[in-house]
């Protein structure tokens, strides 16, 4: 078998996610570069998706391009599976999100769906989290403020250059081993200022379909 690219791997999986689509009921649908081609194959099962609600204006604006029509969260009561990508994935599916600004967003969504599908490809499944920078999103002000705590926990912060589609900023920590992502996720999230931490451990995936050099792998929670 070739050697696959990682675009190829991404598109490999995010086929594989439409099996877990359930017919008649809203899509969940994330944000980033795997996501955009689970978007763009979508029209092979048009007739199975009655409506999405997004978790970004880039991934909306791509739905409503393929004639999608996308929900305001507050208009729908339950999403039958939300797919989105990953940064990192640990063994126990718990994840790091927040690569593409959007993790606010996405663990809203999240937290309304029955079954969450993580599609990723083979670099992404990590033993412990923490290779990758841990985004968190804060309001403007308290930039400053929750930058030193994270530093006090020996990470190296960097502000990005981005404003997030609730009008925030993004503080990325890098240098973290993350062993007990409940508890940090938890710990992050209570201080002031914070909006929400790339930490997808309290509601992690259900299912993950990880691109290897095999084909698609399926992991089950």
């Known amino acids: ?111 309304a769906a029955k079954k969450f599908v993580c599609i990723a490809d083979a670099s992404k499944k990590v033993d412990v989290l923490g290779r990758f920078p841990l985004p968190v999103e804060v309001i403007p002000m308290a930039a400053g403020v929750v930058r030193r705590r994270l530093e006090a926990l020996g990470a190296q912060v960097k502000l990005r250059d981005f404003v997030t589609d609730n009008g925030c900023r993004i503080l990325d920590a890098a240098g973290l081993r993350i062993n007990d992502p409940k508890g940090l996720e938890a710990v992050i999230n209570a201080w002031p200022g914070v909006v929400t931490v790339g930490l997808f451990a309290e509601r992690g995936a259900d299912v993950l379909l990880l691109g290897t050099a095999d084909g698609v792998k399926t992991f089950t929670r």
């Open 1 to 111: 078998m070739p050697t696959l690219t990682q675009n190829e791997l991404k598109r490999l999986v995010a086929h594989a996610a439409l099996d877990y689509v359930a017919p008649g009921e809203v899509l969940g649908v994330g944000t980033g570069s795997t996501v955009d081609m689970l978007i763009d194959q979508l029209p092979e099962i048009r007739d199975r998706i009655p409506a999405c609600v997004s978790s970004s204006e880039r991934s909306t604006k791509r739905l409503e391009a393929l004639g999608f029509k996308v929900l305001d969260l507050n208009a729908v009561d339950s999403i039958g599976v939300y797919i989105d990508g990953a940064d990192e994935i640990d063994p126990g599916f718990s994840m790091i999100k927040g690569g593409g600004g959007a993790l606010t967003r996405e663990k809203i969504v999240a937290s």
